[in-house]
T-cell receptor, first 108, second 115 residues
């Protein structure tokens, strides 16, 4: 079993839709949770960083962590074509481990 | 967010030669740096974790003698691919973090092609 599971998609949605991205994990040692966005041939860009169960909102993005279920989510409201990218969840204790990444396409 | 600079952004080298990739944190001190390898359309595979002043901790299956990591200062870590071969061709990305609890910021990545 992988430490972090993430559906690779691809996920295709119309502009303006609400996007839900999810990851599950198996290692309860993970303390900190991040979501990154990566465009092709670029380094990942940090979107959200959380360290406790609950919700964190930043603009159109909401990160949700449920440590009891070992489940994290990223919601994107009012999605735009510019949101089209690969979204990676990441989790950290001593190491920083990534999910497979979900490819998202937002079409006009 | 904090800025991490990785150099070079791309490099082509001959088989058997060594290549050094630099990762610098420009506006913060990075206690911890991570090195990743990414194949096309795949996720980031952690190669090693390096803490300033200590030896790097390598992931299972990563050859320590082939991928030399040095983290001699709080703003610079280097990855040297020794005796590179075509199968080492990949996208290498570094990440830097202020401490064990902080978020990690990424460099732009280095595309290595070994011919």
């Amino acid at each position: 079993q992988k430490e972090v599971e993430q559906d690779p998609g691809p996920l295709s949605v119309p502009e303006g839709a609400i996007v839900s991205l999810n990851c599950t994990y198996s290692n309860s040692a993970f303390q900190y949770f991040m979501w990154y966005r990566q465009y092709s041939r670029k380094g990942p860009e940090l979107l959200m960083y959380t360290y406790s169960s609950g919700n964190k909102e930043d603009g159109r993005f909401t990160a949700q962590v449920d440590k009891s279920s070992k489940y994290i989510s990223l919601f994107i409201r009012d999605s735009q074509p510019s949101d089209s990218a690969t979204y990676l969840c990441a989790m950290r204790w001593n190491k920083l481990i990534f999910g497979a990444g979900t490819r998202l396409a937002v079409h006009p | 967010g904090a800025v991490v600079s990785q150099h070079p952004s791309w490099v082509i080298c001959k088989s058997g030669t060594s290549v050094k990739i630099e990762c610098r944190s420009l506006d913060f001190q990075a206690t911890t740096m991570f090195w990743y390898r990414q194949f096309p359309k795949q996720s980031l595979m952690l190669m090693a974790t390096s803490n300033e002043g200590s030896k790097a901790t390598y992931e299972q299956g990563v050859e320590k003698d082939k991928f030399l990591i040095n983290h001699a200062s709080l703003t610079l870590s280097t990855l040297t691919v020794t005796s590179a071969h075509p199968e080492d061709s990949s996208f290498y990305i570094c990440s830097a973090s202020m401490d064990r609890e902080s978020e990690a910021f990424f460099g732009q990545g280095t595309r290595l092609t070994v011919v």
